[in-house]
């Protein structure tokens, strides 16, 4: 990877990932952390990493990352809390998005990331697999379970659907 | 795909998770279209999509870039390979063809051994060492040796002291072998005896006086000009046999009795 495809990560890949990083940790100043320590591992093995793994080699960097985070805190309920904390922060587009993300803040953390993975990165189960470490068929039963946890959390009484 | 009620909410999910092709989705929502009671799960399992239209800016982006050692492209040519490198092949043959033009190859004529081949035995001129002028000389045979001298003087007596005697090396007619013949000149003052050769008569060089000689033009009846100095040696084979048949005529018209008859008388001449 030259220095010019090396920008080109940052320009692409520095928001989604600072994204992934918010919504998995809770924190933005920390995910921006984060995102910066992913950016310069991914200098520093520039020539190791080809132009078109670029996206896969900082996601997993990403998430090992954050899971490191959690796994220092190993208290749910504050993750709970800062995801709440967090979701408060976010503007308010309309009920059912924030009713999602108060859903998304009730699954693990692993559950949670590869939603994240899937729906904001596009990432097929096989891709994903490459990043977290799992085979395909436990990311697809992971994701299988953590969506109809979401579904049914939206679909209890208490909420809109 | 064979969908039916067992199945279907795995298909829902797989939807939800954008893993169909678009004819897989399209036979997942016709289904759900014939069984209503499907629609809500669909819907349900849509909206845990989560919202990409979300944005998240990271802040200070330009703090992440670095920056490289400035390339700079080749400039592109319009020269196409190919006449490049007939240019380049080109340039190359005239560079060798060059240097061959003015590398020295050949040492000096003078040192070079000419093969001469006549009709009877096979003989190798050798040029002398020095610069040879031409050979205007005149050839003598000599009696008392197989020799034959060269004598560049018009007085032939007067200049025998004088007389370069060559080295005429003879091989016998059935020995065909190449040997060299030294020839003689004025101008000469050493000649050179090459010791490989295997002469069947050998003279004594002698070494001429410091003066110099005249050149005179070989006789017309001589064959070899001043040029060319080949079948010399058939001259001395040719010489020694007008000298035998000579002798021999000497000999006979010495034992021989002329008796002139004048009618009745006769007058004899000789032994």
Redesign the interface.
Known sequence: MTTPEYNHCVRELADGLYRFACKSIGDSEEAKDMVQQAFTVLWEKREEVPPDKGKSFLFTIAYRKCMDVHRARERTTDTERLHENFLSEQPKTNDLKKILQKALATLDTQSRDLVMLKDYEGYSYEEIATVTGLNTTQVKVYLHRARKILKNYLVSKEHVI | MNLSNENIE?YL?LL????LDQAEENEVRAFVAQHAAYK??L???L??????T?S????D?E???????TVLPLRKTNVKPLKLAAAVAVLLGMGVAITLMFTTDQPANHDKEVVVKNSVIKKTIVPLTKTVKTTAVFAQVSKQSNTIGINNNKHSKAANNNIHNIVAYTTPLKQKQQVPVHLASASVNEIVVDAAIQPQTIAIINETQSQEREHTPLPEWLPVTNENLQGVNDLVAHIQTLKERIQEKTQSLKNTTFVIRFGDKQISIGK
């Open positions: 795995e999910l939800a998770d954008n893993e809500p799960m819907e349900a399992y909206a845990t999509r989560l919202d990409t979300e998240f800016i990271f802040p982006k703090s992440l870039l670095r920056s490289g050692p």
